[in-house]
Nanobody, 123 residues
Framework: QVQLVQSGGGLVQTGDSLRLSCATSGRTLSSTTIGWFRQGPGQERKFVAA????????DYADSVKGRFTISRDNAVNTTALQMDNLNPDDTGIYYC????????????????WGQGTQVTVSS
C-alpha cells in the first residue's frame, strides 16, 4: 500500500526559507513521479514542482523557478522541497503526491496524496 507522509512547514517571514519533506512507502520505481502542489483558501491545487525518481528530472512552475528545489533521498524514499526567498504568494497548504509515469502538472493525474502541511509567509 502506498502512503505519503509529510513533514515541515510553518510560519515564516518574507525572504525566509523552509524545507518540506515527503516520505513515501511502497515500491519506488524509476518511473515514479513525485509532485508538489499548493492550495490557497478557496482555490484549486496548483502545481509547484515535480521530480521523476529514476533519472532525477525536475519540473518547476514559473513562479518558483530559481527559488524552490526538489530533490530525493533514495536511502529513505523521501522527497524534499527546499523553498528559499519565500513571499506571501507562496502561502497555502502544500501537498506531495505520487504517480506512475512522466511529468504532469495536473493534480488529477496523481493517484496518492500526502496529508498536507500549512506554509504561511507574512509580509
Amino acid at each position: 500500500q502506498v502512503q505519503l507522509v509529510q513533514s515541515g512547514g510553518g510560519l515564516v517571514q518574507t525572504g525566509d526559507s523552509l524545507r518540506l519533506s515527503c516520505a513515501t512507502s511502497g515500491r519506488t520505481l524509476s518511473s515514479t513521479t513525485i509532485g508538489w502542489f499548493r492550495q490557497g483558501p478557496g482555490q484549486e491545487r496548483k502545481f509547484v514542482a515535480a521530480l521523476k525518481w529514476g533519472p532525477r528530472h525536475t519540473d518547476y512552475a514559473d513562479s518558483v523557478k530559481g527559488r524552490f528545489t526538489i530533490s530525493r533521498d533514495n536511502a529513505v524514499n523521501t522527497t524534499a522541497l527546499q523553498m528559499d526567498n519565500l513571499n506571501p504568494d507562496d502561502t497555502g497548504i502544500y501537498y506531495c503526491a505520487r504517480k506512475t509515469g512522466g511529468f504532469s502538472r495536473s493534480s488529477l493525474d496523481y493517484n496518492y496524496w500526502g496529508q498536507g502541511t500549512q506554509v504561511t509567509v507574512s509580509s
